[in-house]
C-alpha cells in the first residue's frame, strides 16, 4: 500500500511541476506578447484649456486617439499614444514651463499645439530635443531656418495675401486702411500684404497697430483717430480674442454702418463657427476669408460623431467643427503614423527557439518622427495632407464668406483662377471665369451697394480746395459767374463737368470746393496759369481745374492727368480764294501713274471699237492712218462727250457706255481736287510780314514763332470770341491780323460760332500736349482721374459732354479742313479700270470670233453653190480657170 501511496505521490508531484511548467511557459509567451503590444509614445499637448479653440483641439486630438485604436485598417496595434495635456493659459512662459515639465517628467518624446506663435517662438528653443507640431501658429515668422523640429500643421498667412488684394481689387478700393495686432502673429503678415496691395493698385493710407492686452479705452482712442482721418475701407488681422473687444467697440462708434468696409483674415474666419450670436451681431456685413476644406465622407462621419458626444453631454450648444480642429485631428494622425516601430528584417533560424524574441521594433528617434512627418502624405479630415518647407502646402482654395445673418459662402479664390463663384467636385477647376457678381453680399448697416471708398485725410473733414482760373472769355470751358445777392459763385463749363463726370466715376468719394483763382495778373496775361500751377506747387490748392495746358516746364512742378481734348494747335484763316502762282497745278490733282493709266485706256477703248466697227460702219473705214486718227478722236472725244460717229455693233455700245462712266467719274474727281487746291488758304500762302494773333495766356510763346515769316513783335493779344472775329475782320493791313494761331479746343469753340467765314489750318511752327488737371506730385488721385478719362473717352462720354458745350464742333472729331488735299492715285480708281478693261476685253474677243465664224460660214456656201458637174469634171474646169485669167488681165487693163 506504501508503494502504490508513493507512486501517488510521485505523480501528484510530476503532474503539479507540469502544471506549473506550462503555466509559466504561457505567462512568459503572455508577458512578451504583452510587452510587444504595449509599445507607448508619450506626447505633451499644450493648449489654452480657457479658449475655444484650445478645449476644441483637446477633445479633437482625444477623439484621433480612438478613432486609431479602433480602426481595422491601421496596423500599429502594438503603438499606444499617451496624450499629456497642460493649460498654458494662453500665457507663452507658461507654455514654455509646461513643456520643461513635460520633458522632464513625462519623458515626452513630441509636442502638440503651441497654440500662439508667440507660444511656438518661445518653445523653439527646445526644438532640438523633441518634434514640435503646431496646428495653429500661422506667423511668417516661425520658420524651419530657426528650429529645424518645428512643424507646422496649418496654413501660412501669407498665403492669404493674393486673395485679400483680389477682393480689394474686385470691389474697386482703391484705398484703405490696416488694422493688426502688435504681436509675432499680427506683424508677420504685414510685409507681404502691403506688397500685393501695391500690385493691385491699391493705397494703403493708414495703419494702426493694437496690442493683445491692450485696454478698451485704447481701442477706442485709435478707432478716433481712424473716423477722423475719414477712412472706412479696412482689413483687420488680430486674434479671435482681441477682435471680439474691438468689433464691440467698432459698433458702439457706429463704425459698422452704412458705408463702410470691412474685411477680415482667417484667424477670425476660422474661429466664426465658435461664436454665440451675440459675438456675430456685431461682426453684420464683414467679408473674410477661411481655407477651404473641401468635403468627404470621412469628415461627414466625424461631424456626426462630434454633434453625438456633444447631445450625449447633454450641452446647450453644439460649436461647429473648424479648421482647428480638424487640423488637430491630423497632427496626432500623422504622429502616430510616422512613430510605427520599424521590424528589424533579420534571418530566422528555426532551430533557435529564441529567434521570435530577437525581432524586437527599433524605436524612432526625434529626428527620425521630423524626417518621417515631412515625408509622409495622407489624405487626413482637413483634405490631403502634405508639407513643404515644413508646413502645409498652399490650400488648393480659399473660401470668400459673408457674416450676413449667419456665415454664408460667397465664393472662391484660387492662385491662378483668381476669384470664382464655384469649383469644380473633382479638382479646383473654375465653373466661371468670368464672374461679374460674387451673389448678394450684405455690408454693414444692411446695405447691398458696395461700399465707395472716401479719400483718407490728414485732417478730419477736409475738403479738396480746387483751383479754377477766370476766364474773360470762352466761358463754354470754364466760367465763373459772381451772384452779388447771394454771394455764392457758380463755376461751370466743359473742364468743370469732365472733371466732376471723372469724380464720380472713382470707386471712392473725393468732396471739394471749386475756389476761382484771382491775382493782379488776371487781366494782364503773362504768368497768371503759371501762377495758378504755383499755387498747386505751394500746396495752397489741392488740385487746379480747367483749361489749363500741359507743358514741360509745368510738369516740373505738378502731375498732369492724361489730357482730355485733342493735342496741338491749328490756325484760323479767313475762307478765300488763293490764287496758285504754279503754272502746272492742273496737273497736281492726278498722280503721274494715273495720268499714264488713263491715257493707256483712252488708246485701248479706241483700238476696241475701231476693231469692233470697222468691218460694218463706213465711218471707221478707209486708209489705214485715216483709221487710225478717227478711232483716236472718237475715244479721246468721249472725254468731252462730243463724239459724232454713229455705232452700229451692240459690242461697241456696251464698251463705250461703260468707258463714259469712267470717264465721268474722273472728272468729276479731277474737277474737285483741282478745286480745292486752288481754294484752300494754308500757311505757307501767307505773305511775309502777316500779323498773327495770339491769344492772352496762351503757352505758344513768341520764341516759338521767331523763325516763321510772320511780321515780328506785331502779336495781337486776343481775350474773347468776339476780339477773334473782329481782328481777323481788320486784317493785317488795318491793325488787325491775318491769322490766329491757338489750341485746338479754342479754335474749334470760335469755328462754331465762325465757321461760314474762316476755317482752320495746320500749322508747322509747334504742338502742344492738350489741357490736363494738374495736382501736387506724388498724389494718388493723378493715375485714379487719369483712368477715369480714359474710360470716358472710350464710352464717348467725352464726346457727349464736348457736344453739350459746343454744338457743332466736338473737340473729339476732326474736322480740321485745312488739311492737305492728297493727289488721286491709281490705287483709289482700280475697280473702274478692272470693270472698263474685262468689258472691253471681253467685246474684242466676242466681235473677233463672231467676224471669224462669219467668214468660214461665206467660204462654205461658197463652195456649196457651186454646180456638181464643175466641182468634179476637170475637163470643165480648164475653161473656167482660163476665164479666170482672162478676166484679170482686163481687170488689170
Known amino acids: 500500500?506504501?508503494?502504490?501511496?508513493?507512486?501517488?505521490?510521485?505523480?501528484?508531484?510530476?503532474?503539479?511541476?507540469?502544471?506549473?511548467?506550462?503555466?509559466?511557459?504561457?505567462?512568459?509567451?503572455?508577458?512578451?506578447?504583452?510587452?510587444?503590444?504595449?509599445?507607448?509614445?508619450?506626447?505633451?499637448?499644450?493648449?489654452?484649456?480657457?479658449?475655444?479653440?484650445?478645449?476644441?483641439?483637446?477633445?479633437?486630438?482625444?477623439?484621433?486617439?480612438?478613432?486609431?485604436?479602433?480602426?481595422?485598417?491601421?496596423?500599429?496595434?502594438?503603438?499606444?499614444?499617451?496624450?499629456?495635456?497642460?493649460n498654458s493659459m494662453g500665457q507663452p512662459l507658461k507654455a514654455l514651463s509646461s513643456a520643461v515639465e513635460l520633458l522632464e517628467n513625462e519623458q515626452v518624446e513630441a509636442l502638440i499645439g503651441p497654440q500662439t506663435s508667440e507660444e511656438a517662438e518661445l518653445l523653439g528653443e527646445l526644438g532640438d530635443r523633441v518634434p514640435i507640431i503646431s496646428f495653429s501658429a500661422s506667423s511668417p515668422f516661425l520658420s524651419r531656418e530657426k528650429n529645424t523640429n518645428f512643424i507646422r500643421m496649418t496654413t501660412n498667412d501669407n498665403f492669404q495675401v493674393g486673395a485679400i488684394a483680389a477682393l480689394v481689387q474686385k470691389f474697386g478700393w482703391r484705398e484703405l486702411a490696416i488694422i493688426h495686432e502688435d504681436s509675432s502673429y499680427g506683424n508677420g503678415i504685414i510685409p507681404d500684404l502691403l506688397v500685393a496691395l501695391h500690385e493691385g493698385n491699391a493705397r494703403v493710407a493708414h495703419q494702426t497697430v493694437i496690442p493683445p492686452q491692450a485696454r478698451d479705452i485704447y481701442v477706442e482712442a485709435q478707432l478716433y483717430k481712424l473716423m477722423a482721418l475719414s477712412a472706412n475701407i479696412f482689413i483687420v488681422h488680430m486674434s479671435a480674442t482681441l477682435a471680439s473687444r474691438f468689433f464691440l467697440k467698432v459698433n458702439e462708434l457706429g463704425m459698422m454702418s452704412t458705408g463702410y468696409g470691412w474685411i477680415v483674415t482667417d484667424g477670425i474666419v476660422n474661429n466664426l463657427p465658435m461664436m454665440d450670436r451675440s459675438a456675430l451681431d456685431l461682426m453684420q456685413g464683414v467679408i473674410g476669408i477661411r481655407p477651404y476644406v473641401p468635403p468627404s465622407k470621412r469628415l461627414h462621419n466625424f461631424s456626426l460623431k462630434w454633434r453625438n458626444s456633444f447631445f450625449t453631454n447633454q450641452h446647450h450648444q453644439i460649436p461647429e467643427v473648424n479648421v482647428y480642429c480638424l487640423w488637430a485631428y491630423d497632427s496626432v494622425w500623422a504622429l502616430a503614423t510616422a512613430a510605427h516601430p520599424t521590424t528589424s528584417i533579420?534571418?530566422?533560424?528555426?532551430?533557435?527557439?529564441?529567434?521570435?524574441?530577437?525581432?524586437?521594433?527599433?524605436?524612432?528617434?526625434?529626428?527620425?518622427?521630423?524626417?518621417?512627418?515631412?515625408?509622409?502624405?495622407?489624405?487626413?479630415?482637413?483634405?490631403e495632407i502634405q508639407l513643404k518647407n515644413g508646413q502645409l502646402q498652399q490650400p488648393l482654395a480659399f473660401e470668400i464668406v459673408n457674416v450676413f445673418g449667419r456665415v454664408k459662402r460667397i465664393g472662391f479664390w484660387t492662385q491662378f483662377h483668381g476669384i470664382t463663384t464655384g469649383l469644380n467636385k473633382s479638382t479646383v477647376a473654375i465653373q466661371s471665369p468670368s464672374v461679374r457678381d460674387m451673389g448678394s453680399i450684405g455690408w454693414p448697416g444692411s446695405s447691398l451697394a458696395i461700399p465707395?471708398?472716401?479719400?483718407?485725410?490728414?485732417?478730419?473733414?477736409?475738403?479738396?480746395?480746387?483751383?479754377?482760373?477766370?476766364?474773360?472769355?470762352?466761358?463754354?470751358?470754364?466760367?465763373?459767374?459772381?451772384?452779388?445777392?447771394?454771394?455764392?459763385?457758380?463755376?461751370?463749363?466743359?473742364?468743370?463737368?469732365?472733371?466732376?463726370?471723372?469724380?464720380?466715376?472713382?470707386?471712392?468719394?473725393?468732396?471739394?470746393?471749386?475756389?476761382?483763382?484771382?491775382?493782379?495778373?488776371?487781366?494782364?496775361?503773362?504768368?497768371?496759369?503759371?501762377?495758378?500751377i504755383y499755387q498747386v506747387y505751394s500746396q495752397q490748392y489741392d488740385a487746379a481745374v480747367g483749361d489749363i495746358t500741359i507743358t514741360a516746364n509745368r510738369s516740373l512742378y505738378v502731375d498732369f492727368t492724361i489730357p482730355f481734348t485733342e493735342n496741338g494747335v491749328r490756325m484760323i484763316v479767313p475762307i478765300e480764294t488763293s490764287r496758285s502762282t504754279n503754272m502746272w497745278i492742273f496737273i497736281q490733282p492726278l498722280t503721274v501713274d494715273l495720268w499714264l493709266v488713263i491715257g493707256a485706256f483712252f488708246v485701248f477703248t479706241g483700238c476696241v471699237v475701231?476693231?469692233?466697227?470697222?468691218?460694218?460702219?463706213?465711218?471707221?473705214?478707209?486708209?489705214?492712218?485715216?483709221?487710225?486718227?478717227?478711232?483716236?478722236?472718237?475715244?479721246?472725244?468721249?472725254?468731252?462727250?462730243?463724239?459724232?460717229?454713229?455705232?452700229?455693233?451692240?459690242?461697241?455700245?456696251?464698251?463705250?457706255?461703260?468707258?463714259?462712266?469712267?470717264?465721268?467719274?474722273?472728272?468729276?474727281?479731277?474737277?474737285?481736287?483741282?478745286?480745292?487746291?486752288?481754294?484752300i488758304h494754308q500757311l505757307q500762302s501767307l505773305p511775309k510780314g502777316e500779323s498773327i494773333g495770339l491769344p492772352l495766356n496762351s503757352p505758344a510763346d513768341q520764341r516759338y514763332l521767331i523763325f516763321q515769316p510772320f511780321k515780328k513783335n506785331s502779336f495781337y493779344p486776343l481775350r474773347k470770341v468776339e476780339d477773334y472775329a473782329n481782328a481777323l475782320r481788320d486784317g493785317s493791313r488795318n491793325g488787325g491780323v491775318s491769322a490766329i494761331i491757338d489750341e485746338i479746343p479754342y479754335v474749334k469753340l470760335f469755328l462754331s460760332k465762325y465757321?461760314?467765314?474762316?476755317?482752320?489750318?495746320?500749322?508747322?511752327?509747334?504742338?502742344?500736349?492738350?489741357?490736363?488737371?494738374?495736382?501736387?506730385?506724388?498724389?494718388?488721385?493723378?493715375?485714379?482721374?487719369?483712368?477715369?478719362?480714359?474710360?470716358?473717352r472710350e464710352e464717348e462720354r467725352l464726346y457727349l459732354i464736348g457736344q453739350n458745350w459746343f454744338q457743332n464742333h466736338s473737340l473729339y472729331t476732326n474736322q480740321d479742313s485745312a488739311t492737305k488735299v492728297a493727289r488721286l492715285d491709281f490705287y483709289s480708281f482700280r475697280g473702274l479700270f478692272l470693270i472698263t478693261g474685262i468689258t472691253s476685253s471681253v467685246a474684242a474677243i466676242v466681235s473677233y470670233n463672231y467676224v471669224k465664224k462669219e467668214s468660214t460660214t461665206s467660204q462654205q456656201q461658197e463652195v456649196a453653190d457651186k454646180p456638181v458637174e464643175e466641182k468634179f469634171s476637170p475637163v470643165s474646169d480648164i475653161p473656167s480657170r482660163r476665164t479666170t485669167s482672162q478676166h484679170i488681165r482686163r481687170y488689170s487693163y
Open 610 to 679: 475701231w476693231k469692233i466697227e470697222r468691218n460694218d460702219n463706213d465711218e471707221f473705214k478707209g486708209p489705214l492712218a485715216q483709221q487710225i486718227g478717227r478711232a483716236m478722236w472718237y475715244s479721246f472725244s468721249t472725254l468731252f462727250f462730243v463724239q459724232r460717229e454713229k455705232l452700229i455693233s451692240n459690242l461697241s455700245k456696251v464698251v463705250v457706255i461703260v468707258w463714259l462712266f469712267v470717264v465721268l467719274i474722273l472728272t468729276s474727281s479731277y474737277t474737285a481736287n483741282l478745286s480745292s487746291m486752288l481754294t
Open 1 to 86: 500500500m506504501q508503494p502504490t501511496m508513493e507512486l501517488v505521490r510521485l505523480a501528484g508531484v510530476f503532474i503539479l511541476l507540469a502544471m506549473l511548467h506550462a503555466f509559466s511557459s504561457v505567462g512568459l509567451s503572455m508577458a512578451q506578447n504583452s510587452h510587444h503590444r504595449d509599445h507607448r509614445i508619450h506626447v505633451g499637448v499644450i493648449l489654452d484649456m480657457e479658449s475655444p479653440v484650445g478645449e476644441m483641439a483637446q477633445q479633437c486630438m482625444a477623439m484621433a486617439i480612438s478613432d486609431l485604436n479602433a480602426s481595422p485598417s491601421h496596423i500599429n496595434h502594438h503603438l499606444k499614444l499617451i496624450l499629456h495635456p497642460r
Open 755 to 792: 465757321s461760314a467765314q474762316y476755317t482752320m489750318v495746320e500749322p508747322s511752327c509747334y504742338s502742344t500736349n492738350g489741357f490736363g488737371f494738374a495736382f501736387p506730385k506724388g498724389s494718388p488721385l493723378v493715375p485714379d482721374i487719369s483712368a477715369a478719362i480714359a474710360k470716358m
Open 452 to 532: 465707395k471708398v472716401q479719400r483718407i485725410m490728414p485732417k478730419a473733414g477736409k475738403r479738396l480746395r480746387i483751383g479754377v482760373p477766370i476766364k474773360v472769355g470762352f466761358k463754354e470751358l470754364v466760367g465763373v459767374e459772381f451772384d452779388p445777392v447771394t454771394n455764392a459763385t457758380a463755376v461751370t463749363g466743359f473742364c468743370i463737368d469732365v472733371f466732376k463726370a471723372a469724380i464720380d466715376m472713382l470707386p471712392y468719394e473725393v468732396k471739394f470746393d471749386l475756389i476761382p483763382f484771382t491775382n493782379s495778373n488776371i487781366l494782364m496775361g503773362g504768368s497768371y496759369y503759371d501762377d495758378l
Open 346 to 383: 533579420e534571418k530566422k533560424d528555426s532551430a533557435n527557439k529564441f529567434a521570435p524574441l530577437a525581432a524586437n521594433p527599433a524605436r524612432a528617434t526625434g529626428s527620425d518622427l521630423v524626417r518621417t512627418i515631412l515625408h509622409g502624405k495622407f489624405t487626413g479630415l482637413s483634405g
